[in-house]
């Protein structure tokens, strides 16, 4: 059984020597003569028909120095008898389905030298008594499931180089202990649940190489004793709550490699002599509070693969010697205040990431950025840059991402981008670029996203873009595109995420191919000149957002767009014909949309709605005015009497408008039909018609109208359309354009919408009410003796 563990262990292994592979014979009744293998007494045949437990006969090889069970399928416990192995140098059970609590810590590991435990899913937390294996050098127990504290008594192991807890759930303090383990050259404790300060203990460890604490609950500072250990190689405090300032002392670490604060709440300015002493392979300061410049000589040592600066508020100009750092290969200055041009960059063949968006850079795009072969993303959005797109964008063949939105860019789109065969996402939007969409971009197969929106393009929607065969989501809105939307749009199969052709110059109907787009998500074909029925949409099942507004669409919503409507109905409107149908199955009923007519036939009622629209602005803003011109009178009538009788030809005037609408209104079959009006004066006003006029109570909407109802139904189609069609019957409009007192009953309106506003600090006051009331309708001039 032996030599069939071992046969199957040898199949496992990739590079064997063939002195091995053809040494070894299945038919041997014992692998105790087959080359690199040694036999002893102690160990038993059945150690090696283990099946997935470790057994705990284990404990009976008591000679054994060195065990390794890692990367096996093992299950189970580890056996207690394991700590009667006095001999016991070296175990690792690493990788293994191990569970249930770790047994080590007796007097008898004296000789333990190594425990790697790692990878499992133990129970508990790690044992006190693990203290007591004083000689150990390395401990291991990554990823395992361990809870509860990092105990203090290994503050014994003063042997300890390694030790590894990372990846767990421990929580509580860092023990100050550990600053006895004076030989820790390596100590991660990245990913737990720790909190507290980093303890100024730390700062003793005198030969401490590689210091991991990341993602953890950490605050404070980070000691200065720990600044000065000089062996300081690696530092990742990434990803706390940790704060302060860096000190000058940081600039002595000579053999400082990796330092990585991101995430965190540093501040103050980064000491500008950083990098002339060390020199530094990754720095990555993103995402704190850091100000000032950004040191120049990071580069100096001629080793920076990695340079994060992101998410700061960093001040002054890209350092120059970023353009000639050969060896860079992940830049990032983003969101930050930065000014001042970009760099030349003139020698970084292996630059793979450049992302210098949302800052004040100015002037243009270096075309010395073609140096950079190999880079696979460029972001320089956000910024100030002007003048063209250089060509020589076009050589970066290895470019996947490329996003210049939200410039001053101007010119044409270089047809040279199409050599970019490798471009996923290409976004220029917010430009002042212009001409047509060039049709060499259908050799970018691989594009996902393509965002022209914002721009001055011309022309009309490319024919080609359904040879982009991995196109997801199209942005060509806001430009000068004309035409109609072509039939072949309906070929972009894999259209998903969204496709916006607003605020364009498109005319003509949607055509029926664009109900094919089956994955869309998102439409917006809002603000342009497209007309017919919204029929065709109703094939697309999948959209959850759709933005048809201001066109002239007519008939109906579908009924699969209802939904859309009632969660969003400011997507519908400015399209004067299109209507929706109350229908029971959708949900929606005619009075839950004020944006859409209802699909009604009924034209009494209709004409009836009408009435009430005009009937209660213009007559109740009409009273309005006449009680506040009566009052004014009053006033001035105390006052000289010039004045007294060129404010009552001002109040003759609107007495005019108010006996014209009157008249006007006198053909509706006698009926003078108003809601109980809206709040404060008009709402007064309104009452007091009751003194005047037959008042009857209508139906508004299927419910009797309230005090704010109609009201604010007339304002909130006034303030999107601001046409007295949408509030007032035909029959009125004609009235009122024949009588050429339109408008002044506009002026009325908006003085009535004013002085009835919600806010109370919105309204006008008295003197600016007469003032706009007297430029609607100038007082006649007359000459007295």
């Not at 283990?50 to 009976?60: A, C, H, L, V, Y």
């Not at 050259?185 to 604490?213: A, F, H, M, V």
């Not at 210098?356 to 850079?361: A, E, L, Q, R």
Request: aromatic share 6%.
């Amino acid at each position: 059984m032996m030599g069939m563990a071992l046969l199957s262990l040898l199949r496992l292994l990739t590079s064997v020597p063939s002195s091995i592979s053809s040494n070894w014979n299945s038919s041997d009744s014992t692998p105790c003569e087959w080359v690199g293998i040694e036999c002893d007494r102690e160990i038993p045949e059945s150690l090696f028909q283990i099946p997935g437990t470790i057994p705990e006969s284990i404990g009976n090889c008591s000679t054994l120095e060195v065990l390794y069970l890692n990367d096996n399928k093992l299950e189970g416990f580890l056996p207690e008898s394991l700590n009667n192995l006095e001999n016991l140098v070296e175990l690792d059970v690493n990788n293994n389905s191990l569970v249930g609590h770790i047994p080590f810590g007796s007097s008898k590991c004296k000789n333990l030298n190594s425990l790697v435990l790692s990878y499992n899913s133990f129970s508990g937390g790690i044992p006190l008594s693990l203290g007591n294996c004083t000689i150990l050098t390395k401990l291991a127990i990554v990823h395992s499931n361990l809870t509860g504290s990092i105990p203090s008594s290994f503050g014994l192991l003063d042997k300890l180089s390694y030790l590894y807890l990372n990846e767990n759930n421990l929580s509580g303090k860092i023990p100050p202990e550990l600053g006895n383990s004076k030989s820790l050259k390596t100590l991660r404790l990245q990913e737990n649940q720790l909190e507290g300060e980093i303890p100024d203990e730390l700062g003793i460890l005198s030969e401490l190489q590689d210091l991991r604490l990341y993602t953890n609950n950490l605050t404070g500072e980070i000691p200065l004793s720990i600044w000065r250990i000089p062996s300081l190689e690696y530092l990742y405090v990434y990803r706390n709550s940790l704060n302060g300032e860096l000190p000058l002392e940081m600039t002595e670490l000579k053999h400082l490699k990796n330092i990585s604060l991101f995430e965190n709440q540093f501040s103050g300015v980064i000491p500008q002599s950083l990098g002339i002493n060390t020199s530094l392979i990754h720095i990555d300061f993103t995402n704190n509070k850091f100000i000032g410049g950004i040191p120049p000589n990071l580069c100096f040592g001629k080793q920076l693969r990695v340079l994060d600066m992101g998410h700061n508020q960093f001040h002054g100009r890209i350092p120059s010697d970023v353009g000639s750092c050969s060896t860079l290969w992940r830049v990032r200055f983003d969101k930050n205040h930065l000014f001042g041009l970009l760099p030349e960059f003139s020698h970084n063949p292996i630059l793979y990431f450049l992302d210098i968006s949302s800052n004040n850079i100015t002037g243009v795009i270096p075309s010395s950025l073609e140096n950079c072969a190999d880079v696979a993303s460029i972001d320089l959005s956000g910024n100030k840059l002007t003048g063209l797109i250089p060509p020589e964008l076009g050589d970066l063949v290895n470019l996947e991402r490329l996003n210049l939105s939200r410039n001053h860019l101007e010119g044409s789109l270089p047809p040279q981008l199409s050599h970019c065969g490798k471009l996923v996402i290409l976004d220029v939007g917010f430009n002042l670029l212009n001409g047509s969409i060039p049709s060499s971009l259908s050799s970018c197969k691989s594009l996902s996203t393509l965002s022209l929106r914002e721009n001055h393009f011309s022309g009309g929607i490319p024919t080609f873009l359904p040879e982009l065969e991995n196109l997801k989501e199209l942005q060509i809105g806001g430009n000068q595109l004309g035409g109609e939307i072509p039939p072949s749009i309906g070929g972009l199969q894999s259209i998903q995420y969204v496709l916006n052709l607003s605020n364009n110059g498109l005319t003509g109907q949607i055509p029926s191919e664009l109900g094919n787009l089956m994955y869309l998500e998102r439409l917006d074909i809002s603000s342009n000149s497209l007309t017919g029925t919204l029929a065709h949409l109703a094939h697309i099942r999948s959209l959850v957002a759709i933005n048809v507004s201001y066109n002239l669409f007519t008939g109906p919503v579908p009924e699969s767009l209802v939904a859309l409507l009632g969660s969003s109905a400011s997507s519908f409107v400015g399209n004067p014909s299109l209507c929706v149908k109350c229908v029971s199955s959708s949900g929606l009923t005619c009075a839950a949309n004020t944006n859409l007519k209802p699909c009604d036939q009924h034209v009494s009622s209709q004409q009836g709605l009408r009435k009430v629209k005009i009937v209660l602005i213009v007559l109740g803003a009409s009273l309005f005015l006449v009680f506040l011109l009566l009052g004014l009178v009053c006033f001035f009538r105390l006052h000289r009497r010039l004045k007294q009788e060129a404010e009552i030809s001002a109040l003759e005037g609107s007495f005019s408008i108010f006996n014209k609408v009157m008249e006007a209104t006198e053909n509706l079959n006698d009926q003078y039909i108003i809601g109980r009006g809206a709040h404060g004066v008009v709402y007064k006003a309104t009452l007091d018609l009751n003194t005047v006029f037959a008042v009857k109570k209508v139906m508004f909407g299927g419910h009797k109208a309230g005090r704010s109802n109609i009201v604010g139904w007339i304002t909130s189609v006034w303030n999107n359309t601001k046409e007295l069609d949408d509030i007032v019957d035909a029959s009125l409009v004609e009235e009122l354009q024949r009588s050429k007192i339109q408008e002044q009953v506009i002026s009325v309106l908006s003085v009535a919408l004013d002085c009835t506003n919600k806010d109370p600090s919105n309204r006008p006051d008295m003197r600016e009410v007469v003032k706009r009331l007297l430029k609607a309708n100038p007082p006649t001039t007359r000459k007295y003796s």
